[in-house]
């Protein structure tokens, strides 16, 4: 499914007539069935841009647009900087709570929940609690919630953030493996460049606040990226085009 986001504004209000705008005019399209990295500034309205594209919030000007038929149950699934999961529920339960709270039928219900914890590592992990969980281990529920969600546009707002660097590499495979097996559209905000280039097709790069879209890099990479893919020529080019435009960003 494609989104195509035409002149979006969206201004905070605080319950007066002050209202703080944080996206203005902002043009964006994203192909269906790729992979988007969003980066920019801190603060330049990053994370605001997925909550309006999940329909949390409205824009006050522009279009929001999704093209093309709708595959699955749900259009949007969120992943946030943090898992968020229940801690007196189970991580199956976690992980399976768009769906148990479905018209699905139970055995459904522990099909879909498994096969997704499967996918991002956590075989054999359903019955545990959230607190004995690593954060890695977290981090992956918290997608798998989103993959059992089933949902054309997958947004994730920095989901590898609080992981060290080895278990931020893991999950950066696991992240490839998961699109490869089941390539729907990817919307992804980060800070770290380097991240943005080896998952995604396309990087956009925000300026502000407001936030307004700058430059769109494309990543001429062949998938599956592999440990190498960082050191060829073209995602060395690709990730030195993002720094330039970020660089651009945060002089206004």
């Not at 959230?130 to 992956?140: H, N």
Request: proline share 6%.
């Amino acid at each position: 499914m494609q989104v195509e986001l035409s002149a979006v504004t969206y201004r905070y209000r605080d319950g007066t007539a002050d209202e703080a705008e944080a996206i203005k005019d902002l043009d964006l399209i994203i192909e269906s069935r790729s992979v988007h990295a969003i980066v920019g500034p801190t603060g330049c309205g990053k994370s605001t841009l997925l909550r309006v594209l999940a329909g949390i919030v409205e824009p006050q000007a522009g279009s929001v647009r999704f093209r093309g038929p709708q595959l699955r149950p749900n259009r949007t699934a969120m992943v946030f900087q943090d898992p968020t999961l229940i801690p007196w529920w189970s991580v199956g339960r976690n992980i399976g709570i768009g769906v148990e709270f479905s018209a699905k039928r139970r055995q459904l219900y522990r099909k879909i929940r498994t096969f997704s914890a499967d996918r991002v590592g956590l075989k054999g992990m359903l019955d545990r609690m959230p607190s004995t969980l690593s954060a890695g281990q977290q981090t992956r529920a918290g997608m798998s919630r989103a993959f059992a969600h089933d949902a054309d546009v997958l947004l994730l707002d920095e989901p590898f953030v609080h992981l060290d660097a080895i278990t931020r590499r893991k999950l950066w495979s696991e992240f490839e493996t998961a699109w490869q097996f089941d390539p729907r559209t990817y919307v992804f905000v980060t800070h770290d460049v380097e991240e943005a280039v080896l998952l995604s097709d396309r990087v956009t790069v925000l300026a502000g606040p407001p936030a307004w879209a700058l430059e769109t890099v494309e990543v001429p990479l062949a998938r599956p990226r592999t440990r190498d893919t960082p050191t060829e020529p073209a995602c060395r080019a690709a990730v030195a085009s993002v720094w330039d435009a970020l660089e651009r960003a945060s002089l206004g």
